[in-house]
């Protein structure tokens, strides 16, 4: 069998993985804005302040925006409903939280550098081209058919 013949063999074989692999990596990102999203909502007035210690305008309005925007997230992955809308203003929640918070850290996580915060937008960019996947309200709503 030459190379390329196997080649093709082997990634016709893998695109069965990608349903699975979109349905986990969506609700690996939904948990992951779970805690911050319940964190944010128990305590709205001083994650308000602490944004407008770090400089955030409109330190109130922004935190009910992130926590909503963060919660509906959690939501709307889970179930793979407007995930590709969705996607977007989490990308700018990650944004902002490297800009304001894990840039002058470095890229360490472990250092509370910005390495987590750009994996989440990694996956979010990944959802917004290609969907929801084959396990989604998405695909039966709406025939999204990545």
Do not use: C, Q
Not at 92 to 97: G, L, T, Y
Not at 120 to 144: C, Q
């Amino acid at each position: 069998m030459k190379l390329k013949e196997f080649y093709m063999d082997f990634t016709h074989v893998t695109d069965f993985f990608k349903p699975l692999s979109l349905l986990f990596a969506r609700l690996i990102v939904a948990y992951g804005f779970y805690t911050p999203a319940m964190n944010k909502w128990s305590d709205i007035e001083g994650i308000a302040e602490w944004f407008g210690s770090i400089g955030i305008p409109f330190p109130l309005l922004n935190a009910y925006m992130a926590a909503s925007t963060e919660i509906l997230g959690v939501v709307l992955l889970t179930f793979g409903l407007f995930t590709r809308a969705i996607s977007l203003p989490l990308i700018v929640v990650m944004i902002v939280a490297i800009v304001t918070v894990h840039l002058p850290n470095g890229f360490s996580a472990g250092d509370n550098g910005f390495e987590i915060p750009l994996y989440y937008m990694l996956f979010l960019f990944i959802f917004v081209s290609n969907g929801a996947g084959k396990f989604s309200l998405d695909r039966l709503l709406f025939g999204d058919k990545n």
